[in-house]
C-alpha cells in the first residue's frame, strides 16, 4: 500500500488530501473563519494547492466532510461540481449544509474556557453579524453519500475507517487510516499546544469521544486547525 496524507493549510484552517495509488481524497474544503478580516472561503488558495499536489477532476474519488461548520464545508459544492467528485458526511450534520439557520450555525458556539465564554459574550452581537454574512454567501448541497460509525472507504479504493466523533458538532468524524493515523476535524485542536476543542455543542458527549481516541493505538492526529501532532500521552491506549 502507498498511502500519504498531505496537509493543505488555508491560513487557519486545514484540509487534507489523502493520495493512495495515484488517487486522492480530499477531507474539508476550507471557508470563512470569524477572525478573518478580509471576507474570503479560501478558494482561489485551495484550489492551487490541489494543482500543486497533483489533484484533478480525473483523479479526486471523493469529498469527506469531518463536519458541517462553514469553515470546513464552504468549498463542497463548488469542487463537486468542477471535480466531480462525490461528497460524504455523517447524516448529524446534513442539515447545516442543506438548509442552515443562524441559530443552527452558532449551535456549537459554547466554550468551556471562562476567557473564551467573555469573549464571546462580548463580540455576540458581532459574531452574529459576520455569521449572517457567512450563511448568506453558503452555497447549500446535498451530500451524495452518508457515512457512518466503523464505514470503510475501502470501496472507493481507500484503506481507512470512519469513526463518529459527536461533541463539536453531532456529526462530526475522524478517519482512521492504515497506520492509524487519525484525521480528527475540530474533534482536537492544536494551536499553542493540542486540546479537545474548544467550542462545542456538548462538552460532555465531546469528552465521551475524546475517551474513545485515548484508548485507541493512534500515532499520529492531524487536527482541523494547527499543524499535525504526534499522539503522546493524549491517546496512549489505556491500559
Known amino acids: 500500500m502507498n498511502q500519504e496524507i498531505i496537509r493543505i493549510d488555508l491560513e487557519g484552517v486545514n484540509c487534507y488530501l489523502l493520495k493512495e495509488n495515484d488517487k486522492f481524497i480530499l477531507f474539508d474544503t476550507g471557508g470563512h473563519l ?6 474570503t472561503n479560501r478558494r482561489e488558495k485551495l484550489e492551487k494547492e490541489l494543482e500543486m499536489n497533483g489533484c484533478y477532476p480525473d483523479n479526486l474519488i471523493l469529498i469527506v466532510l469531518t463536519h458541517g461548520d462553514n469553515d470546513h464545508s464552504a468549498n463542497a459544492a463548488f469542487l463537486r461540481n468542477k471535480y466531480k467528485a462525490r461528497i460524504a458526511m455523517h447524516s448529524g450534520d446534513v442539515k447545516l449544509v442543506e438548509a442552515p ?5 452558532l449551535e456549537n458556539s459554547n466554550y468551556n474556557s471562562i476567557i473564551y465564554k467573555i469573549i464571546f459574550q462580548l463580540m ?51 478517519i482512521l487510516t492504515e497506520d492509524n493515523s487519525l484525521i480528527v476535524g475540530d474533534t482536537y485542536a492544536n494551536l499553542k499546544k493540542p486540546t479537545a476543542a474548544l467550542n462545542a455543542l456538548d462538552f460532555s458527549i465531546l469528552s465521551k469521544s475524546i475517551d474513545r481516541l485515548k484508548a485507541m493505538d493512534i500515532k499520529m492526529v492531524y487536527p482541523g486547525h494547527g499543524a499535525p501532532f504526534e499522539s503522546g500521552s493524549i491517546f496512549n491506549k489505556s491500559k
Open 34 to 39: 470569524f477572525m478573518d478580516k478580509i471576507f
Open 101 to 105: 439557520s443562524l441559530e443552527e450555525m
Open 124 to 174: 455576540k452581537k458581532q459574531l452574529k453579524k459576520i455569521s449572517q454574512k457567512t450563511l448568506n454567501d453558503f452555497e447549500k448541497f446535498k451530500p451524495d453519500i452518508i457515512i457512518d460509525e466503523g464505514d470503510s472507504l475501502l470501496k472507493y479504493g481507500f484503506h481507512c475507517k470512519i469513526i463518529h466523533l459527536p461533541g463539536h458538532t453531532y456529526g462530526s468524524i475522524g
